[in-house]
């Protein structure tokens, strides 16, 4: 099977040395290398690559004698295989946060292209358009929007507000993609492209230990809680660290201290998740005061009333603290995502093609969010998890075993050969 060598041409790109995490940010030059790497892998399996107008990546796996197949030049919209039936899609994300894990969206794709070569070398051709997807910005570790690729793709976001979206060094979306030579100007929904997908199965490694606690290797995606990220700039006064009196003092810093121990107290008490995991100061000078403060808030809950009292209570404790040190505050969300509850048939046809395989795969929801959640309000979607020892992840330490990948792409490739081969 040709994982590991898929596997192993993947992992430097983006490494970095030091911390042995990934950066691998959309429209950086990382990117274009992930980008590289997902068109030649599909070249040497002769999969037709096409890079839709909001930058996801596809590599097509055509039905003998069906060039109609969705992205094919003069192809048609819609369902593109004798008797309608619409494509197959498989894939996850190759981009990362600051110092990822290699396996986050990575293990998706490359178990994709492995569980390809699997039913090839087994014989199996397909009978419906089956392509692999590497949709781009999953992470949103750049812009700001989590899943933007697929949000554009599906219609969740208005493309002019994704365009002016800034990174942190105030280049736009629209900058960075034309820098990298896609049009920023076709952005936006594809409504014809996603006519054209019946499915869409993403395997994913587990981000929490579930699997490890029940001794099985593979889970199939329940669904996802509701999650979002708030943007708070806390704005005070800058000063003198030495000679500025306490009681003079406008210290944003102060409220946003209020605000990280609240969303730890909120998502306690609520049985959800709450994380400032990024902060920063302006000016940044040890000895004085910051002028200003901006810090990200992450919230996830398992149902949209709890994330919205969560969210809530954070928040009224931000302003409460925010006033009393007369700082200004102003939040906003940057992304917000609904429950997602996948599709039941489809997961009832990934748990009966596993069954069939003697591959026992607990249901398990997930507080991760995923291309397959914003792709599911358009097209029946599922997820298969591939267990994680320790279920750390957003870290170098993420990891999955050999053993485990293997039975991933086994896994895949049973779902791919029952949707959609002979
Ligand atoms: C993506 O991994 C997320 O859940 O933020
Ligand atoms: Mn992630
Ligand atoms: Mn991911």
Not at 39 to 66: H, M, S
Not at 241 to 268: H, S
């Amino acid at each position: 099977m040709s994982f590991a060598a898929l596997w192993e041409s993947l992992l430097p790109v983006g490494r970095d040395g030091a911390s042995g995490g990934y950066r691998r940010f959309s429209w950086t030059p990382e990117d274009a290398a992930c980008r590289a790497w997902f068109t030649r892998a599909a070249a040497e399996r002769d999969l037709r690559v096409l890079t839709d107008r909001n930058g996801n990546l596809w590599a097509w796996w055509d039905p003998p004698g069906l060039p109609g197949a969705p992205g094919a030049p003069g192809a048609p919209a819609g369902p593109a295989a004798p008797g309608g039936a619409k494509a197959v899609v498989t894939g996850s994300h190759l981009d990362s946060v600051p110092d990822g894990g290699a396996f986050d969206g990575p293990l998706g794709v490359v178990s994709a292209f492995a569980a390809v070569d699997l039913l090839r070398e087994r014989g199996h051709v397909p009978v419906r358009p089956l392509a692999i997807a590497a949709f781009s910005e999953e992470e949103g570790a750049r812009f700001g929007v989590a899943c933007l690729g697929s949000r554009l793709l599906a219609g969740t976001i208005d493309p002019g507000t994704a365009r002016a979206l800034p990174d942190a060094a105030g280049v736009t979306l629209a900058e960075a993609m034309a820098a990298a030579g896609h049009d920023p100007d076709g952005i936006g929904p594809d409504d014809d492209l996603l006519a054209a997908v019946g499915a869409y199965v993403e395997l994913h490694i587990e981000q929490g230990r579930a699997l490890a606690d029940l001794n099985a290797a593979i889970a199939i995606g329940e669904q996802i809680w509701p999650h979002g990220r708030w943007r708070l700039d806390f704005t005070g006064q800058p000063d003198h660290a030495g000679t500025a009196t306490l009681a003079d003092r406008r210290d944003p810093m102060l409220p946003l201290a209020a605000a990280v121990l609240a969303a730890r107290q909120a998502a306690a008490s609520h049985g959800a998740r709450a994380t400032v995991g990024k902060v920063i100061a302006e000016p940044g000078a040890v000895n004085a005061v910051s002028a200003r403060v901006s810090a990200w808030l992450d919230a996830r809950g398992p149902d949209e009333s709890t994330l919205q009292a969560v969210v809530g209570e954070v928040l009224s404790a931000a302003r409460e603290a925010a006033a009393s040190h007369g700082v200004g505050l102003a939040a906003e969300p940057e992304s917000v995502s609904p429950a997602v509850r996948f599709d039941p048939g489809l997961r009832e046809t990934l748990a009966s093609s596993l069954a069939a395989r003697g591959i026992r795969a607990p249901v398990l929801p997930t507080a991760a969010g995923h291309d397959a959640g914003v792709l599911a309000a358009r097209v029946p979607s599922a997820m298969l998890f591939v267990r994680n020892p320790t279920g750390v992840s957003h870290s170098p330490a993420e990891h999955a075993e050999p053993a485990d990948c293997a039975a991933g792409v086994q896994a895949l490739a049973a779902v791919l050969e029952d949707l959609g081969c002979r």
